[in-house]
């Protein structure tokens, strides 16, 4: 059965110039599509374009070319009061909950202002909503009057997350969402984020570099290298048997903590080339161990493979091993 698109994007392009006739070539003709209830990790890392391409998705930032639709409304048209209505859609979990919350507001206020900015509800049913999502996020009314300095840092991801859902947004874009936290909270704060997800039948782009937290919480995954998307596919599949090697990479620098489980690795060799002056063809080609001519030439294009995965890479097929042990 079909599922509904909430968000499609379509070979989207961000550059920054920085003088002399140069730019930064952020996003570079990204393709992702997020269905309803559905969770995609946009993974890679930094510097490779995700939080740009966030930036655009919550029309924070415009595109140089290419397209967005959330609900088949397309973003690079908004103006106005257009623009205004679409906030209410898609809303954002940021990774610093100390940076992200007005430290002069009490938890009640937080939460509180997007429904006092789209006027919903009577001032009653305003505080209503705001103990309720306070205690759906497992702070409690107790809590309301309290300032951010005075919770902790998983108290205060709880606030944002809180905030993020008093719209009932059909998006949530949540960038590195437990990266600030201490890992004796990230597993109840990602818990809380899949719990909520799943009750109030979210779509979420979920950005990280943490390969454990995807796994957790992903049904889809999509792998960015330098601006450009080079493999998506079920989070099992390409968490367990990645067709490119820049996702083998990946996977092959993440530690394993059981001595059986221990193999050599494989680290990515190099850096990243520069987003100024991308090379022609792969831009992956240089740290690449299954690099040919063909990916000096020309740039491979995101498409299916024989198995049904999409993948950019000449040689995908090259590129499967049969993992040693599971991700997930």
């Known amino acids: 059965m079909n599922r509904t698109m909430v968000m499609q994007t379509r070979d989207l392009v961000r550059s920054f110039p920085i003088g002399r006739g140069q730019k930064v070539h952020a996003v570079n003709g990204v393709s992702l599509d997020i269905a309803a209830g559905e969770t995609v990790?946009?993974?890679?890392?930094?510097?490779?374009?995700?939080?740009?391409?966030a930036r655009l998705i919550m029309a924070l930032d415009k595109p140089d070319s290419g397209s967005a639709q959330l609900m088949g409304q397309s973003l690079t048209t908004l103006r106005g009061s257009k623009l205004h209505a679409y906030r209410k859609m898609v809303q954002m979990?940021?990774?610093?909950?100390t940076s992200s919350l007005d430290p002069r507001w009490t938890a009640?206020?937080?939460?509180?202002?997007p429904l006092d900015n789209f006027r919903i509800g009577t001032p009653e049913d305003r505080r209503a909503r705001v103990l309720d999502l306070l205690e759906r996020v497992g702070l409690g009314a107790h809590y309301s009057e309290r300032y951010p300095h005075e919770m902790s840092g998983g108290q205060r991801q709880r606030l944002g997350?809180?905030?993020?859902?008093?719209?009932?947004?059909?998006?949530?874009?949540a960038d590195e969402p437990v990266s600030a936290l201490d890992v004796s909270i990230r597993a109840q704060v990602i818990n809380?984020?899949?719990?909520?997800?799943?009750?109030m039948n979210l779509s979420v782009l979920f950005i990280s570099h943490d390969i454990g937290v995807v796994a957790h919480v992903s049904d889809r995954i999509a792998v960015m290298y330098l601006g450009r998307i080079v493999e998506t596919g079920k989070t099992?599949?390409?968490?367990?048997?990645?067709?490119?090697?820049?996702?083998?990479g990946l996977l092959d620098a993440v530690p394993r903590p059981h001595p059986l489980q221990r193999r050599e690795r494989a680290p990515l060799d190099g850096d990243p080339p520069s987003p100024i002056n991308?090379?022609?063809?792969?831009?992956?080609?240089?740290?690449?161990?299954?690099?040919?001519?063909?990916?000096?030439?020309?740039?491979?294009?995101?498409?299916?493979?024989?198995?049904?995965?999409?993948?950019?890479?000449?040689?995908?097929?090259f590129a499967t091993e049969?993992?040693?042990h599971d991700h997930v």
């Open 93 to 97: 979990i940021f990774q610093d909950p």
């Open 161 to 173: 997350i809180a905030r993020a859902l008093a719209l009932e947004p059909k998006l949530i874009v």
């Open 236 to 248: 099992y599949d390409v968490l367990n048997a990645p067709k490119h090697p820049y996702t083998k």
């Open 322 to 324: 049969k993992p040693e």
């Open 41 to 53: 990790a946009l993974v890679g890392e930094s510097g490779c374009g995700k939080s740009s391409f």
């Open 108 to 113: 009640a206020a937080i939460v509180r202002e």
């Open 192 to 199: 809380l984020l899949c719990d909520l997800r799943d009750e």
């Open 278 to 317: 991308l090379p022609a063809g792969c831009a992956f080609r240089d740290r690449c161990p299954v690099a040919m001519d063909i990916c000096s030439r020309i740039t491979p294009e995101l498409k299916p493979d024989v198995d049904g995965r999409i993948v950019a890479c000449h040689q995908a097929e």
